[in-house]
């Protein structure tokens, strides 16, 4: 792979009054599989707007391979788009619909017929290029608008919540097979979605963006695991949020007075600063951790417990603070009452400190 191979270079938007982005940086490695993720309003499709060309930005650069594409339409630049309606020509067959990109470029029609007849095969649907678009099923119809945006080779596929149409079932399938077309085809793609799971089922770097702003970039274990912002830790599944103040230091660990004790742990803060501990709810534990660094949280009360399948997801307070609630995944087998007061664990190593509070 080779380093900015995409580059957003201080991106503003403006529509009126309403700042959709605000000075964005941001750079993209060659055959890396982007997923820009937010809430609704965060900025993460006018972002990809900007890179497919179909909005200008009000200030700022955007390069491809060293090239400024700022102003370019999108026909002249190196990138194709896949929509979440698909865009799909009903009055023509599949094999039609590929080649239209390919037709657009002057491509004969036998050259073109056949490279779409090779890129069915590639996207599992070898031998219906001769069918009409209403003969095929949601996840058909992605695959076939998949096939005509990388038919023509793009150095860039943006993709702008291709999979929100789509049953659960079929949804988290697509996904896999994204992933696996990626990395046949080596092509960078650029992928927009609000929906953390599929964030992480699928990317190699997830940009997590808020108010047009991005407030973490990573792999997603590390965005999981280490969240850089409070914002992303929340954003990132569910989380708890305990809120401190740091009183010292003891080797690499920060000493941090909370509601439910002093607490250390390893992290970038300064004296007499107020922090939030983010916990994810499978790092909480009923019974001490067999590790060096377990930490006690106080007694807690189960208030109910909800099956979801391969785990349980409890609701517990503290029994010392109703202000302190918790959630807590345990393993599906292990079934607990309501009402039950049990002592509350966690790893120093596993608790996130991050600078400021809600």
């Not at 900007?50 to 370019?72: A, C, M, Y």
Request: hydrophobic share 40%.
């Amino acid at each position: 792979m080779t380093g900015n191979f995409v580059e957003f270079s201080n991106i503003t938007k403006k529509f009126d009054e309403l700042v959709a982005l605000d000075d964005v940086n941001l750079t993209i490695d060659h055959g890396q599989f982007v997923v820009l993720l937010g809430p609704s309003g965060s900025g993460k499709t006018t972002l990809l707007s900007i890179l497919g060309g179909f909005l200008n930005p009000t200030s700022g650069e955007v390069r491809i391979e060293g090239e400024t594409v700022t102003d370019l339409p999108p026909a002249r630049r190196p990138t194709v788009t896949v929509f979440q309606d698909y865009a799909l020509f009903p009055h023509m067959t599949v094999r039609d619909n590929i080649a239209f990109g390919l037709a657009m470029r002057k491509v004969t029609k036998s050259e073109r017929h056949q490279r779409a007849d090779e890129i069915l095969a590639t996207v599992g649907l070898e031998g219906l290029g001769s069918r009409k678009i209403q003969q095929l099923s949601g996840g058909q119809r992605q695959r076939v608008a998949l096939a005509r945006a990388i038919v023509v080779e793009p150095k860039v596929l943006l993709l702008d919540e291709p999979l929100g149409a789509l049953d659960l079932k079929i949804r988290r399938q697509m996904q896999d097979e994204l992933v696996q077309l990626q990395r046949r085809i080596e092509t960078t793609f650029v992928h927009v979605t609000h929906d953390q799971e599929e964030a992480m089922n699928i990317a190699d770097v997830v940009v997590v963006m808020s108010n047009g702003r991005i407030e973490d970039v990573g792999p997603p274990e590390r965005v999981y695991l280490r969240p850089s912002s409070l914002f992303s830790a929340n954003f990132m599944g569910d989380t708890n949020i305990l809120e401190g103040r740091t009183v010292g230091k003891s080797a690499n660990k920060v000493k941090m007075e909370t509601s439910v004790g002093t607490i250390a742990a390893v992290g970038n803060v300064g004296a007499n600063e107020d922090v939030s501990l983010s916990i994810r709810p499978e790092q909480l534990y009923l019974e001490k951790p067999k590790a060096s660094d377990a930490v006690n949280l106080g007694n807690v009360r189960i208030q109910s417990t909800v099956f979801q399948g391969p785990q349980r997801l409890c609701h517990a307070v503290s029994v010392d603070s109703s202000k302190n609630t918790w959630l807590i995944r345990l393993p599906a087998q292990l079934t607990i009452e309501d009402e039950t007061v049990i002592p509350l664990w966690a790893k120093q190593s596993e608790i996130v400190v991050i600078p400021g509070i809600s």
